[in-house]
């Protein structure tokens, strides 16, 4: 009887566990309904939109999106990276899509530096409907460092 509890509680677990990162995937543009619900608090996509990093040092500019707004799989964005006006060339960048209340990050983003300033995040994975935070983080060749997050909804 007891070893029958423990497998039955085993079994209980795993299941719980496979349900709660799971996500549906129907093909037909389907609702995920395992996906965290957005808040309403999140960011209203607009190419250009602006954003001045967490330590005031650096500006996060959303140049565009292929394609825009946000959507869920594969997108391709182009930040603009400035300190003050000028453009910030050479920066080292991090992009780390995360979604709220999951610990698996979004994988296998490149980031290209375009020259001016300018750099392509691509794939940009957002591989389930929901909230997702994108923190971006620009080290500048000085070594100026700032951090902001972007955070849509994927629907």
Not at 41 to 61: H, N, P, R, S, Y
């Amino acid at each position: 009887m007891r070893a029958s509890r423990f497998l039955l509680s085993a079994a209980t677990l795993s299941a719980a566990l496979l349900s709660c990162c799971s996500s549906s995937d129907d093909s037909d543009g389907g609702s995920d309904t395992s996906s965290q619900s957005c808040t309403g608090q999140e960011d209203t996509f607009t190419a250009g939109m602006i954003k001045l990093g967490d330590e005031g040092k650096l500006t996060f500019v959303f140049v565009s999106t292929n394609p825009a707004p946000p959507e869920r799989y594969d997108n391709t964005w182009v930040i603009e990276v400035r300190e003050g006006d000028a453009p910030v060339a050479g920066a080292t960048l991090t992009v780390e899509p995360t979604m709220r209340g999951h610990e698996h990050p979004a994988e296998g983003l490149t980031i290209t530096d375009q020259g001016e300033g300018l750099y392509q995040a691509t794939p940009l994975r957002l591989f389930m409907l929901g909230a997702w935070q994108i923190k971006i983080t620009a080290t500048t060749p000085a070594g100026t460092t700032d951090t902001t997050t972007f955070s849509f909804c994927i629907e």
